[in-house]
T-cell receptor, first 105, second 115 residues
Framework: DAKTTQPTSMDCAEGRAANLPCNHS???????VYWYRQIHSQGPQYIIH???NNETNEMASLIITEDRKSSTLILPHATLRDTAVYYC??????FGDGTTLTVKP | NAGVTQTPKFRILKIGQSMTLQCTQD?????MYWYRQDPGMGLKLIYY???????DKGEVPNGYNVSRSTTEDFPLRLELAAPSQTSVYFC??????????????FGPGTRLTVL
C-alpha cells in the first residue's frame, strides 16, 4: 500500500519559514503530491499540490525532489494561525498522522 | 455553494443503538469519502464511492455501511454502536479520483460519542 512518512511534530518561530518534510517513496509517476492542514478539529483544508515541478501559491510553496520520493512544504513567514496538523498525501496514500506544527511567538 | 455539509454536528449514542450520519455535497462531485479521526490521530478511510450506486471499503470498514443512491448524498450507517466508534467523522468529496489532479473538500465533521 502507498505510504507517506512525516515527522510527528515540529516547532517554528513566528515570522520564520516553516519547512515540513515528507517521504513518499512509493508514489507512481503520474500521481500527485498533496498537502492539507487541519486546524483544531475542523475538516482538513487543501494547501497545495504538485506532480514534478515546484509549485507556489498564496499559502505555501512545494518543493518536490527530482526522484519524486520526497517533498517539502514551505510556509515562508509562519504566523501563529499556521499552528495546525499538516498532512502529506503521496499518490494514493491515505492521510496518516501528519506533522503537528507549532508556531511560537 | 454550500460545499460539503454534514448532519448532525454532535451525537451521543448508547451501546447497541443505530444511527445514520448524513453527508451532502452540491458540487456535482463523483467521488465521496468517509473518514474517522480518533483523538490525537490522523484520518482513516472508512468507505468511499466513485459514483452513484458504487461504493467500496477503505481501511476501517467494520461496523459501518454506506449507500450512494444519488450523486449528492453519501450517508454512513452505524448498525450496532460500540464505544470503539467514538470518534469524529468527516465526509469529503472530489471530482476526480484520489491521487489525480483534484483536491478533496471536507465537511465540518460529526462528533460521535458512544456510551
Amino acid at each position: 500500500d502507498a505510504k507517506t512518512t512525516q515527522p510527528t511534530s515540529m516547532d517554528c518561530a513566528e515570522g520564520r519559514a516553516a519547512n515540513l518534510p515528507c517521504n513518499h517513496s512509493t508514489i507512481s509517476g503520474n500521481e500527485y503530491v498533496y498537502w492539507y492542514r487541519q486546524i483544531h478539529s475542523q475538516g482538513p483544508q487543501y494547501i497545495i499540490h504538485g506532480l514534478k515541478n515546484n509549485e507556489t501559491n498564496e499559502m505555501a510553496s512545494l518543493i518536490i525532489t527530482e526522484d519524486r520520493k520526497s517533498s517539502t512544504l514551505i510556509l515562508p513567514h509562519a504566523t501563529l494561525r499556521d499552528t495546525a496538523v499538516y498532512y502529506c498525501i503521496g499518490g494514493k496514500s491515505t492521510f496518516g498522522d501528519g506533522t503537528t506544527l507549532t508556531v511560537k511567538p | 455553494n454550500a460545499g460539503v455539509t454534514q448532519t448532525p454536528k454532535f451525537r451521543i449514542l448508547k451501546i447497541g443503538q443505530s444511527m445514520t450520519l448524513q453527508c451532502t455535497q452540491d458540487m456535482n462531485h463523483n467521488y465521496m469519502y468517509w473518514y474517522r479521526q480518533d483523538p490525537g490521530m490522523g484520518l482513516k478511510l472508512i468507505y468511499y464511492s466513485v459514483g452513484a450506486g458504487i461504493t467500496d471499503k477503505g481501511e476501517v470498514p467494520n461496523g459501518y455501511n454506506v449507500s450512494r443512491s444519488t450523486t449528492e448524498d453519501f450517508p454512513l450507517r452505524l448498525e450496532l454502536a460500540a464505544p470503539s466508534q467514538t470518534s469524529v467523522y468527516f465526509c469529503a468529496s472530489s471530482s476526480r479520483a484520489w491521487g489525480s489532479t483534484d483536491t478533496q473538500y471536507f465537511g465540518p465533521g460529526t462528533r460521535l460519542t458512544v456510551l
